[in-house]
């Protein structure tokens, strides 16, 4: 990846290491270390979806946030910035996306030290051992992700819904207010976590 790529990518979080090694093919690599050299390139026009859907949500999503991340590259962002691209409405939940590094996000959340459950929609495959970071803190914020998402009745039965319990002290920032979401700490600790059966689900997502 060259070196634009590295500094654009860098300086709003996305995790370099999943766009090369898993999320984008050579063919659409290639075609970002040819398109994006430059500011000059950014500044242009430089949206396809003739390579792929993966390559076509990372463009759209540059693309619609073009003025918040060029703010950002010019050393003028802020924690809520860097929060707004990771909850960027570009996103969605119907396909596996490009990562972020939560690494690199500074805790904004106010802990109290108390217990709090919490709920997401998990990815297809997605298993207790290897649990997303983001969750809901009610049904209500999961029933809203779902209607957001565009994910049917049948794609949230293949998916797991986990409920877990966690010390608000591994909340590393809040997301999305309206799906109640809170973003986990990378590696973040849980007092067990559970999968709904698929029964529930149904009553759930009515």
């Known amino acids: 990846m060259n070196q634009y790529l590295t500094s ?20 659409e690599l290639d075609f970002l270390n040819n398109k994006l050299n ?6 242009s026009d430089f949206y396809t979806d003739s390579l792929g859907s993966n390559l076509e949500c ?20 802020t924690d809520q910035d860097h929060i707004d691209l990771y909850t960027s409405t570009i996103i969605s939940g119907n396909y596996d996306c490009f990562r972020f590094d939560l690494n690199k996000f500074n805790k904004t959340y106010e802990s109290n ?15 207790l051992d290897s649990l997303g970071n983001s969750w809901s803190t009610n049904i209500e914020g999961l029933k809203a992700y779902y209607q957001a998402s565009g994910l049917s009745e049948n794609e949230i039965i293949r998916r797991p819904v986990f409920s877990t319990t966690v010390v608000d002290s ?15 700490k990378p590696g973040f600790n849980h007092s067990g976590a559970t999968i709904l059966d698929t029964i529930l689900k149904k009553t759930l997502f009515k």
């Not at 430059?38 to 500044?43: M, P």
């Not at 217990?115 to 997605?126: D, H, M, N």
Request: charged share 25%; net charge negative.
């Open 170 to 184: 591994e909340v590393l920032f809040e997301g999305n207010k309206q799906e109640g979401e809170l973003v986990l």
């Open 58 to 77: 990372l463009l759209l999503f540059l693309c619609k946030n073009k003025n918040l991340i060029t703010s950002i590259m010019q050393g003028n962002g």
């Open 8 to 27: 654009l990518f860098s300086s709003i979080f996305i995790d370099i290491d999943h766009l090369e090694n898993h999320y984008l093919t050579v063919d």
């Open 113 to 127: 030290s108390q217990l709090i459950k919490l709920y997401r929609i998990g990815r297809v495959g997605e298993s």
């Open 38 to 43: 430059s500011t000059r390139d950014f500044e």
